[in-house]
């Protein structure tokens, strides 16, 4: 067993317990769009106390003025990777993708993709969300992450669909317990899906 989550209460939503092994892959349904980001954060922020052997895939962040100067482009970003990795220059399988290519000039799912595969360079037990990925993109992530699980990784998933909930080794769904009128019916909703 890699982690034993008990039950919270965050932001007014109880995220049930879950076990997560080797080898499985855990979705937690989450409300998506701004404000409810402080749920994902607490959540990376408490499952990577728990436990040290996953990793959080972090988004890609450059600094404003020093990307104007000196754009990071694929082949930098990978550098300090495992190079002993199968995953280290996946994201090159793909036919465009260059090492000289500017990261901040592609798209948010392909961006995802690469911060996906650098961290799987250094670990097989993440946890990661599709913040800024389209629907095609979330399925091609998706399918990393099932050959990841293949190959004894396990991941957890922040989503806010359903779309894999069949798939998936074990489907969270988080409730809203709140007493916030505008949220009264998101439970219902979110079971109707």
């Known amino acids: 067993m890699l982690l034993s ?21 855990v979705i937690i349904e989450i409300p998506n769009g701004v404000k409810f980001q402080k ?3 607490r959540l990376i922020e408490n499952i990577t106390e728990l436990c040290l052997e996953i990793k959080y895939v972090e988004h890609f962040k450059e600094n404003y003025f020093l990307s104007k100067l000196f754009p990071t482009t694929i082949g930098q970003y990978l550098k300090k990777c495992d ?10 399988e793909i036919e465009w993708m260059k090492p ?7 798209a948010g799912g392909y961006r995802r993709l690469l ?3 650098k961290t799987l360079t250094f670990t097989k ?4 969300d599709l913040v800024g990925v389209d629907p095609i993109g979330g399925v091609e ?8 699980q293949r190959e004894n990784g396990s991941a957890i998933l922040f989503d806010s ?16 317990i709140g007493t916030d009128e505008r949220y009264k019916n998101y439970n219902e909703i979110m079971a109707d899906k």
């Open 161 to 176: 669909c359903n779309e894999f909930e069949k798939d998936c080794t074990n489907f969270i769904r988080a409730k809203y």
């Open 100 to 106: 000289q290519i500017k990261i901040n000039s592609i």
């Open 115 to 117: 911060s996906l595969y």
């Open 83 to 92: 190079g002993n990795s199968t995953y280290k220059n996946k994201i090159y």
């Open 141 to 148: 992530i998706y399918k990393i992450l099932k050959q990841n």
């Open 125 to 128: 037990n993440i946890i990661i």
């Open 39 to 41: 749920i994902s954060l």
């Open 5 to 25: 989550f008990k039950e919270q209460i965050i932001e007014d939503f109880l995220i049930p317990s879950f076990i997560l092994n080797e080898g499985e892959i």
